[in-house]
């Protein structure tokens, strides 16, 4: 009898505490007081679009390197992914990136073909190697306050490209995101 009931019981709780997820479209994705996939992916879209317009004024190909995007918010916000989001659309478009962690082992692989090891229909030959002409780099802030029981953050994603050849910042933009969260009171 008690294993019955044993048996009940486990079979009762794991149907009630059962997590279930769905998934949503982000244009249906609603203001969260946490960094989420709206500021994602309009930060994405709007940058998308202004480096696309910066690079067809240039007469020189772009290849670019990734550099660093610093958080100085007051939450956790996933870098990463606005900058694996901004390479894969920008690669759409054309624009190379260049990932100088790489370099050593091309480095290997060319000093194999041009020993002869490697059959020269796939050797690499030499001074094919790209080097990037700008470096993006940005950061991330935002000031928060309090109000009659609300959380106002203004939070701003600034990116820009350094030429290489002369060091000065050759572009730069910014997206703005004014965030209000009505804060709960508790033992009202």
């Keep these: 009898m008690k294993f019955f009931l044993w048996i009940v019981l486990f079979s009762f709780s794991c149907s009630?505490?059962?997590n279930k997820t769905s998934y949503r479209s982000l244009e249906d994705e609603e203001g969260n007081p946490e960094w989420g996939p709206r500021e994602i992916q309009e930060t994405v879209q709007t940058?998308?679009?202004?480096?696309?317009s910066f690079f067809k004024s240039k007469n020189k190909k772009p290849y670019l390197e990734i550099g660093k995007i610093k958080n100085k918010?007051?939450?956790h916000i996933e870098v990463s992914m606005i900058t694996d989001?901004?390479?894969l659309d920008l690669s759409k478009k054309n624009i190379v990136f260049i990932d100088r962690s790489q370099?050593?082992?091309?480095l290997k692989e060319l000093a194999l073909s041009q020993?002869?090891?490697i059959d020269e229909r796939s050797g690499?030959?030499?001074?094919?190697?790209?080097?990037p002409n700008f470096k993006l780099i940005g950061e991330i802030n935002d000031n928060v306050r309090y109000d009659d029981g609300e959380k106002l953050q203004y939070l701003i994603v600034n990116l820009k490209l350094?030429?290489?050849?002369?060091?000065?910042v050759e572009w730069q933009e910014s997206k703005k995101f004014y965030k209000v969260t009505k804060m709960k009171s508790f033992g009202m």
């Design 73 to 75: 918010t007051s939450e």
């Design 16 to 18: 009630v505490f059962q």
């Design 85 to 87: 989001e901004l390479m």
């Design 103 to 106: 370099r050593e082992d091309s």
């Design 47 to 52: 940058m998308v679009v202004s480096m696309e």
């Design 124 to 131: 690499i030959e030499a001074g094919k190697l790209l080097s």
């Design 115 to 117: 020993k002869g090891v």
């Design 162 to 168: 350094i030429g290489f050849e002369t060091g000065a």
